[in-house]
């Protein structure tokens, strides 16, 4: 008899395997360190605001974003179907941690490096596609995450909007080349104590 264990035993050591079965290449399809799955829990919970292990495909974009993924609703709810007809279930509710982890490992998390994943940020704030992050920019990520906290009725990271000084000295300390604007060189100098 197969037992399937427990979302703690299945995310504890590091890397993470998944007791549904693999691709067929030999590597399960949901392998997480045991690093990135504490940041996708951690997410989930400041997402998963009335604590019922769900939250929602609108939700879940957020979510993604939040970790420097870009996707759209319809990629979500696909990526769903996919892993049901893997479980071989037509269980249509909200998404779990398992789900959340599932999703995100096909969108390549699992595989990204510290640099990746840096590379990945700097795309999220850099609005404009330019090369760099502007003041600009960096307001109107501000202004998205309050809206987000706001339509999900949460108040946890930005509950106080950041003032444009404090925001310019935010730049200006890692703007070696005092042009006003961080590139990536700079953006990983401000994300690297996070990321390594």
């Known amino acids: 008899m197969v037992t399937t264990p427990t979302p703690t035993e299945r995310f504890t050591s590091d890397p993470v395997q998944s007791p549904y079965p693999s691709s067929g290449n030999g590597e399960s399809d949901r392998t997480l360190t045991s690093r990135q799955f504490e940041e996708v829990r951690n997410v989930f919970n400041v997402f998963d605001v009335e604590s019922s292990g769900f939250i929602d495909v609108p939700t ?15 990629e979500i709810r696909d990526a769903i ?8 279930t037509d269980d249509v509710g909200s998404i779990d941690l398992e789900a959340v982890c599932y999703i995100l ?92």
Request: aromatic share 8%; charged share 30%; hydrophobic share 35%.
């Open 81 to 88: 179907q996919s892993m049901q007809e893997e479980r071989q």
């Open 105 to 196: 490992h096909k969108r390549g998390y699992s595989s990204r490096n510290a640099e990746e994943e840096m590379q990945s940020y700097f795309r999220l704030f850099d609005r404009g596609n330019t090369g760099y992050v502007t003041l600009e920019d960096l307001q109107q990520l501000q202004r998205e995450v309050i809206d987000a906290e706001q339509r999900l009725n949460i108040g946890t990271s930005v509950n106080v909007e950041v003032d444009d000084v404090m925001l310019k000295a935010m730049i200006n300390e890692f703007d070696t080349n005092a042009d006003s604007v961080l590139d990536f060189d700079e953006f990983k100098v401000l994300l690297a104590p996070i990321i390594s």
């Open 60 to 74: 879940m974009e957020i979510l993604a974003r939040s970790l420097g993924f870009r996707m759209g609703q319809q």
